[in-house]
């Protein structure tokens, strides 16, 4: 019988976060940390498997998104509390230990507490980010990847970024989604819960926070060091943000990776769903 997908408002951190929750108390537990312009929903075709599996999923909105609490300051973004949030999260349920998946922004979250907390992540599965040493070298030295992570700058400014996602309806927003990804990915029902999320008081704002807190403390993203616990990167190759090398040269900063490229863009798991969810199930195993 299939489990029921639960809506719960977690302490964490000092905040509150919206959590989705689903599969049996006793499971595993396993994190899906989504990235930007999405939030819970990011995991939609993963959370019910992974219940199914036996495993104990809790897919939260991360902090400034959705319906979790948003602090006001930039700086309430930076990466440490991000990943304090999702260790607090770890110590609502009772679990000293957990398999952690991100995404996108997810997937830097990730990446700073296998660094940073290896006693508490027994795994961890990465989806179209690199390394944070990885990311920062290329904005650096390859030209391609500038020019491909534009918005990062953009999004430095006061205001101006706010106002250009929310015109037309959420163009820029719905672009960033649609435009980028295997036709037919995002239905409009999808985009329609895309943007009541958006629409969620103060949480574009928060939203872009997160943009804002890596580029004035970058020097606390470059802090995430080697990675000891097992990684299991999966890449979707046709990524528009992201060079496809840089999944490859994150496997240098750790101990025991393995690398999957799929033939799909940055939203890999939308668009290669049964690969995707066969992959993190063998890798969980």
């Not at 999004?155 to 101006?160: E, G, H, N, S, T």
């Amino acid at each position: 019988m299939p489990y029921a997908v639960e809506h719960h408002r977690v302490p964490t951190n000092g905040l509150h976060l919206h959590v989705v929750q689903c599969g049996p108390a006793t499971g595993r537990l396993v994190l899906l940390l989504h990235g930007f312009p999405e939030f819970w929903y990011a995991w939609c075709k993963q959370i019910e498997v992974l219940a199914d599996a036996g495993y104990r999923v809790w897919a939260p909105d991360q902090r400034g998104y959705n319906l979790s609490d948003k602090p006001d300051h930039v700086r309430s973004y930076v990466i440490d509390e991000l990943a304090a949030d999702a260790v607090g999260l770890m110590d609502a349920a009772g679990c000293e230990t957990a398999v952690v998946v991100g995404h996108d922004w997810g997937a830097a979250v990730a990446w700073h507490m296998a660094a940073h907390y290896p006693s508490r992540v027994s795994r961890v599965a990465i989806l179209n980010v690199p390394h944070p040493r990885v990311m920062g070298r290329a904005l650096l030295r390859k030209p391609g990847q500038l020019l491909k992570s534009w918005y990062i700058f953009f999004f430095q400014l006061p205001w101006l970024p706010e106002a250009l996602v929310k015109r037309s309806r959420w163009r820029f927003a719905r672009q960033a989604l649609r435009g980028t990804s295997r036709r037919g990915t995002f239905s409009p029902a999808d985009l329609a819960l895309y943007e009541a999320a958006w629409t969620q008081p103060g949480a574009m704002h928060r939203m872009i926070n997160w943009y804002r807190a890596a580029g004035r403390y970058a020097s606390r993203l470059s802090k995430a060091g080697r990675v000891t616990v097992p990684v299991r990167i999966i890449w979707g190759e046709r990524d528009a943000f992201l060079k496809r090398e840089l999944a490859q040269e994150s496997l240098a900063y750790c101990d025991d990776a393995e690398l999957t490229y799929l033939p799909a863009s940055h939203w890999v798991q939308h668009e290669m769903s049964a690969e995707v969810n066969e992959l993190l199930l063998h890798f969980l195993k």
